[in-house]
């Protein structure tokens, strides 16, 4: 199977979207990348044992000098004390502006680990390493790092861009089947806000996909960040239309939020909260019922929740309150005009989506 | 005594820099950049009574909700955990993107507020309002922004511009004379670093500006901050020009960082650090014995220490070597060819540094 290269275009800070088997097992592809010999190869628990050892061989068989940060693995520990571990560990090893970080792992690790080389000494380079499809999807490419709050998601972040990002497709091998289906939201999106013929792609290709077949992960991978980066170009900062990529995302925080981070994963709620948003939308007058039922459909094939848990609407509100996307107090919605059309609406009234959250319809 | 005006010159990050009396009086100079409501006003224990006060009766008066965060003083309070406090206060109060963090101190209170907003839903906008003569014509100008770690000054940080500065000069008919003498030491780098007719300048009026002679100050202000401006305008994220501002700060850093943050100023250890530096550029040939004595003696006119403290040159190096400006494991000194003509030097041995520091002389 071919390894295919994307790349996203930011005037000085382009970067290659490297797709394909096995890239993990080839330093070189980093080499050029890597101004000095100090590395941090931040990963956790899960992933270190089985990709870290051997990356961390390769580097050190290439000349280099890795250390090794490996935090335990979950969202739960996608704090600031977990960025302080990384800001120690880093100093304490001397390292300096010229210093490269590596993420290796999900989205915890490559937001977390993004963020500490935004943070350090005001920002050193990194390089994003996603074992997840979702992480091979979406976190990995755009360059938003953050740590997670309290009070919220990803409230304590920055903007901050890789230098390279390598999706080797042969981790997705020991990916639970719940992470695989979760990551899978993440590429309904793409379909469902801007790519109408990708999405009657997923529509054919879904049991693919669920297969693992080689061929179309790839695919499906490629498209993924070829949407994002699009998305991303046009818009690195999120005054507009990178807002739609949030699509099911104030929902789905919220579902988080409620249920505490961890208990569904990222992408589940994301699922539910793009049928919640279709629903919305549906009932709005501007998503027809043929593309809701669709909507409703691949995300159920895909494996992934299609309603929500029983939150009350007042709990699921008071979180959607807390959403970055708002602005001036008003709750900022993603919805769909149709497949492969979504858009941002501010205009919906609390009293409104009260009410449409109790009947969840 | 008339108001002066500085623009920086940034594209889009562009802003101004207003100095003169009473600025903290007149909230209708920050009204065009609010954008909602919402503000917080982070300050410190002993500036927050001082100026405060009237700061946030005045935006309640124009219609504004100002949130008051007030810190503890000191820059050992500039870490980690005071910056969670800020981000606690800011989600308690359901601040947004759209949201403004007004920084009314000195350094330390803009170089942490400054931070939290750079990192706050990935980046709100920010204003300066520096209490200090050492904040106003340094630190609250170019978009440096930073907490201490244990291991290091500013070592977690990020590139984040104000929307404007306002550089009330009327705050420092209050300020402690250590504190004038402390910011002086950064009046005096720009004339050495870049501009030797300010430096002159300065040899003439120096007993005007301990002497808190207005105009005088109004000058030495615009003047430093116009220098700090076009330095940063060539050179915003520090890849060049910008680390001539670290003229003395290497050593400096490293005697605050040995002593314990707090004993010393941080103007008085770039002082002796200007001096050190000046010695050893005498010493390597670059800079005459009669450039030499002209700044140790305007240092010490200033009231600013000219010997270093009774620390042995390891511990020194042993600090220097954690600098940020350090690349590939090679200490960087900012050192001088002439008055107003400091140059980068990576070349200096450790051992030759080690035999400087034990004679520093």
Known sequence: MSTRTLEVRLAERSYPVVIGPDLLQQPGLLLPYL?????????????????????????????????????????????????ERVYDALLRHAFDRKSVVLALGGGVIGDLAGFAAATFQRGIPFIQLPTTL????DSSVGGKTAVNHPLGKNMIGAFHQPRIVL?????????????????????????????PAFFDWLELNLPALLARDDAALTHAIFESCRNKAEVVEADE?????????????????????????????????????????????HRLG??????????????????????????????????MEHDKKNQDGAIRLILMRGI???YVDASVSRAALTDFLRRRN
């Open 134 to 137: 979702l992480s091979q999807v």
């Open 286 to 319: 501007t998503l027809s019922a043929a593309e809701l039922a669709r909507t409703e459909t691949i995300i159920g094939a895909a494996g992934l929740p299609v309603e929500m848990p029983d939150i009350a609407a007042e709990r699921m509100l008071a979180f």
């Open 340 to 342: 492969g059309k979504a």
């Open 35 to 83: 101004k000095q010999r100090r590395v941090a190869v931040v990963s956790n628990e899960t992933v270190f044992p089985l990709f870290g050892r051997k990356l961390v061989d390769g580097l050190r068989q290439a000349g280099l000098e890795p250390t090794e940060i490996v935090l335990p693995d979950g969202e739960e520990h996608k704090t600031l004390s977990s960025l």
């Open 237 to 281: 900062h999120e005054q507009g239309e990178r807002a739609l990529l949030n699509l099911g995302h104030t929902f789905g925080h919220a579902i988080e939020g409620v249920l505490g981070f961890g208990t569904w994963l990222h992408g589940e709620a994301v699922g539910a909260g793009m049928v919640l948003a279709a629903r919305l939308s």
């Open 167 to 195: 999706a080797d497709t042969s981790t997705l091998a020991t990916l639970p089947d719940r992470e695989l289906r979760a990551g899978l939201a993440e590429v309904i999106k793409y379909g469902l806000i801007r790519d």
